[in-house]
């Protein structure tokens, strides 16, 4: 892995290298081994937290760490590209547009004792831009080298807070075409669902169910690319115990192994359905 500038990344991309780096500033990682017709994106994997913000922040390592999404990246490093974000949602969200990326409150609770300075706002939201920049030049090349791109938009969500059964894989479509990739949802719906975890976890797919897909990595792609598919995955955690904060690294193998086989197949079917004719 090397430690490149944002336009080092781009100009790679645009020249269609394969190289594995961390983004200077360190805020997220970027993998390409091959260009392929699928992406694999886990932007709120991160937990970084810039050190000047520690005093400002009323939330603790913890608070924050139950609402981020670990493992999420671990899940698909198996996949020739993959992009993720290392910083903590709790500095700036990459799942949220720009002007309401640095939150003010998160989950019931004020974040900052004192206001953020116009300075330090900045600075994360130079890394937001950023992060959208070589995603831009990514599907871009995506897109031109094959006519058509999925992505595979990785998140996980805490359902021990719902009140109700909630399902173990939820599927975000309100922003996607379903007229035309309604089949390709179905067909992901399914393979998640046939998924087989250990120790006794059962696996349930829905669409919609929890989560909407209203995320700004799904929105941003799909509104500036017409032939990209997102596909905002989320995952229950039931690979950690979300209140001692325990990994149970046995499932989360798993569950890359599985995805490591059936998400390839997926992604290929997609393109078979969809590439240029």
Not at 40 to 49: I, L, M
Not at 70 to 82: C, D, G, L, N, W
Not at 148 to 165: A, F, L
Not at 221 to 231: G, M, R
Request: proline share 3%; charged share 25%.
């Amino acid at each position: 892995m090397e430690r490149l500038p944002i336009n080092e990344i781009v100009k790679r991309i645009q020249q269609e290298n394969c190289f594995h780096a961390v983004s200077e500033d360190y805020s997220f990682t970027i993998k390409i081994e091959n260009y392929t017709h699928y992406v694999c994106g886990a932007v709120h994997d991160g937990t970084q937290f810039r050190s000047e913000l520690w005093d400002s922040c009323t939330h603790s390592y913890y608070e924050r760490w139950y609402e981020e999404d670990p493992a999420t990246k671990q899940m698909v490093q198996s996949h020739p590209i993959v992009i993720a974000g290392l910083d903590s949602r709790f500095e700036y969200d990459l799942n949220r547009a720009p002007e309401t990326a640095i939150y003010e409150d998160a989950w019931g609770k004020k974040l900052w004792s004192k206001p953020l300075s116009e300075v330090m706002k900045q600075k994360s939201l130079l890394k937001h831009y950023n992060f959208y920049k070589v995603v831009t030049a990514l599907i871009q090349k995506i897109e031109q080298k094959y006519g058509v791109c999925i992505v595979y938009d990785i998140h996980s969500y805490n359902w021990k807070r719902w009140d109700r059964e909630v399902p173990t894989w939820n599927l975000g479509t309100e922003n996607i075409d379903n007229d035309r990739f309604g089949k390709d949802v179905e067909q992901w719906r399914s393979i998640l669902e046939n998924i087989s975890l250990p120790n006794g976890i059962k696996s349930t797919a829905k669409i919609n169910d929890t989560f909407m897909g209203n995320g700004y990595f799904l929105k941003f792609i799909t509104q500036n690319f017409q032939n990209t598919l997102v596909l905002a995955t989320e995952i229950a955690k039931v690979y950690c115990d979300e209140n001692a904060q325990i990994i149970y690294p046995e499932v989360v193998f798993v569950i890359e192994k599985s995805l490591k086989k059936y998400l390839k197949k997926h992604a290929d079917a997609f393109y078979n359905n969809h590439k240029p004719h």
